[in-house]
């Protein structure tokens, strides 16, 4: 994994599964960690969106990451989802993607070596083609292309 994007709640803080989430990155070698405050349209004080800050960046830093440089977007998926709040809806969710595209770098891909996709199955059937179950999740968050596809393709 390249990155990771830690969702914590303003209202409540680090949790102890956001302990477990951050030494899990560690654990697997997630080197960019994101910071996502969330319910902001809950908790409305700064003060304690400041005090929620410290302490996943005490947190980040007690697990070797960088939490004084970590970059902590703040809005409501909530709002996102509903459509009402834009400012702290759609745009925080914007100015997550654009976060993403700054701090998470692009990966060296070996284009070089012949491409490769995971067949699921493959099954032959006598005096018939064979029948191919591939089934390729894509994921693209470019600048230019933000969108989500999920592709099961069958084959007769």
Do not use: W
């Not at 304690?48 to 440089?69: A, C, F, Q, R, S």
């Not at 100015?95 to 099954?123: C, Q, V």
């Not at 059937?125 to 894509?138: D, E, G, K, Q, T």
Request: charged content about 30%; hydrophobic content about 40%; overall charge neutral.
């Amino acid at each position: 994994m390249d990155a990771g994007i830690l969702v914590v709640s303003a209202v409540d803080g680090a949790m102890p599964q956001t302990r477990e989430h951050i030494l899990l990155c560690r654990q697997v070698g997630v080197k960019t960690i994101i910071v996502f405050l969330n319910k902001i349209d809950v908790a409305r004080d700064d003060e304690i969106h400041e005090l929620v800050e410290m302490e996943v960046k005490e947190l980040l830093n007690k697990y070797e990451y960088p939490g004084d440089t970590t970059s902590f977007v703040k809005g409501s998926a909530l709002c996102a989802c509903n459509g009402t709040e834009p400012e702290i809806g759609e745009q925080a969710i914007l100015k997550l993607l654009e976060t993403m595209d700054k701090e998470i770098p692009l990966p060296e891909r070996a284009s070089n070596k012949p491409f490769m996709m995971s067949i699921e199955s493959t099954f032959t059937i006598p005096v018939r083609l064979p029948f191919h179950h591939i089934r390729c999740l894509s994921l693209f968050l470019g600048k230019r292309n933000r969108r989500h596809r999920y592709h099961r393709i069958r084959k007769d």
